[in-house]
C-alpha cells in the first residue's frame, strides 16, 4: 500500500528541490516514490502554481484528474461559487478511500501560502535512515498523511519533526 504524505516547506523552491532529492534516493532504491506533485507559491502572486511531478505510466500511479481535482479542492474552491457546492461536496467524499477528508484539505490550506510549498508524496517502501540523512538540515513540515499513528511517529523521530 503507498501512503500519502504532505510535506511543506519554508521557499517556493523547497519542495522542488526535495522532490530532486528523492529522485536520486529513488535511483538508489532507497525509497519508492508512486507518484508525486507540488506546489510552489512564489512570493507576490495571487495564487499557488500545481503540478503534476512524476508522470508514471505504472499501476498504482495516480493520474493528472486526481491532482487536479485535490489541489481544486485545496487552492480553489473560493473561486467556484456557491453553484459548485453539492459537487463539490460529493467530491471530496470521493478522496476519503484516500485518507483525504475536510480536516487534511483545512489543513494543507492554512499552511501552504504565500512564499511557501508542498511537495504531495505518494511513496511506497523506503530505508528511512538514509531518507532521512538526505534531508538533514531541510526546513519542511510533516503536514499531513494517511499513515496510522505510530507509522507517523516513527516517520517524524526519522526527521526530527515535532507535531
Keep these: 500500500m503507498a501512503?500519502?504524505?504532505?510535506?511543506?516547506?519554508?521557499t517556493a523552491e523547497g519542495?522542488?528541490?526535495?522532490?530532486e532529492k528523492l529522485t536520486e534516493l529513488k535511483k538508489q532504491h532507497l525509497i519508492e516514490i508512486v507518484d508525486a506533485?507540488?506546489?510552489?507559491w512564489p512570493t507576490g502572486k495571487k495564487k499557488p502554481k500545481t503540478k503534476q511531478a512524476i508522470n508514471l505510466a505504472g499501476l498504482g500511479a495516480l493520474d493528472g484528474?486526481?491532482?487536479?481535482?485535490?489541489?481544486?479542492?485545496?487552492?480553489?474552491?473560493?473561486?467556484?461559487?456557491?453553484?459548485?457546492?453539492?459537487?463539490?461536496?460529493?467530491?471530496?467524499?470521493?478522496?476519503a478511500d484516500y485518507g483525504i477528508d475536510?480536516?487534511?484539505i483545512n489543513d494543507v490550506k492554512s499552511k501552504v501560502?504565500?512564499?511557501?510549498?508542498?511537495?504531495?508524496?505518494?511513496?511506497?517502501?523506503?530505508?528511512?535512515?538514509?531518507?532521512s540523512e538526505a534531508f538533514a538540515g531541510d526546513q519542511m513540515e510533516l503536514i499531513q498523511s494517511n499513515l496510522s499513528r505510530e507509522q507517523e511517529e516513527t516517520l517524524r523521530e526519522h526527521f526530527g519533526?515535532?507535531?
Excluded: C
Design 102 to 104: 475536510d480536516r487534511f
Design 113 to 131: 501560502t504565500e512564499g511557501t510549498s508542498a511537495l504531495f508524496l505518494l511513496s511506497g517502501e523506503a530505508t528511512l535512515d538514509k531518507v
Design 15 to 19: 519542495a522542488e528541490n526535495a522532490l
Design 65 to 95: 484528474a486526481f491532482w487536479g481535482m485535490l489541489f481544486g479542492l485545496i487552492f480553489f474552491v473560493p473561486l467556484f461559487g456557491m453553484a459548485l457546492g453539492a459537487a463539490i461536496g460529493a467530491l471530496s467524499g470521493s478522496f
Design 161 to 163: 519533526l515535532s507535531e
Design 3 to 10: 501512503n500519502l504524505t504532505v510535506w511543506k516547506f519554508s
Design 37 to 40: 506533485a507540488i506546489v510552489t
